[in-house]
């Protein structure tokens, strides 16, 4: 079996298609395992699917006063800001292991306040 000019190119062609295909297949894997990724981070960073979510839920619960002050047009984008707000220093405190004495402070003032009881 000879060699030809001719042969040595085919393979070369062959080569060069199967490196490019290789790093195409390579470049699509990265690219959909940080899509996949993402997509996870953004999922778990979200207060309000997370499973701390009844907690949230537990600590604004509407009580009547609350009820009464929520009718109000202002209050309603406060009471997401509050939710999410809530959220995401519960989320920390659970990671952490402890809940910081300033969000344990600013939690029982936000919801005195809210709920127009005394601060204990």
């Not at 009547?64 to 047009?73: C, H, Q, V």
Request: hydrophobic share 40%; proline share 5%; glycine share 8%.
């Amino acid at each position: 079996m000879t060699s030809t000019p001719t042969s040595a190119a085919y393979g070369f062609l062959v080569w060069s298609l199967g490196i490019s295909a290789g790093a195409l297949l390579a470049m699509v894997a990265t690219i959909t395992t940080a899509q996949v990724g993402v997509q996870a981070a953004s999922t778990a960073a979200s207060p309000g699917d997370t499973v701390l979510a009844p907690a949230t839920d537990t600590l604004l619960r509407s009580s009547p006063k609350a009820a009464a002050a929520a009718t109000a047009p202002s209050s309603t984008p406060n009471a997401r800001l509050d939710r999410d707000e809530f959220g995401r220093i519960l989320t920390t405190s659970v990671a952490s292991g402890q809940m910081n004495g300033n969000d344990r402070q600013y939690l029982a003032q936000t919801l005195a306040q809210r709920d127009g009881i005394s601060q204990a």
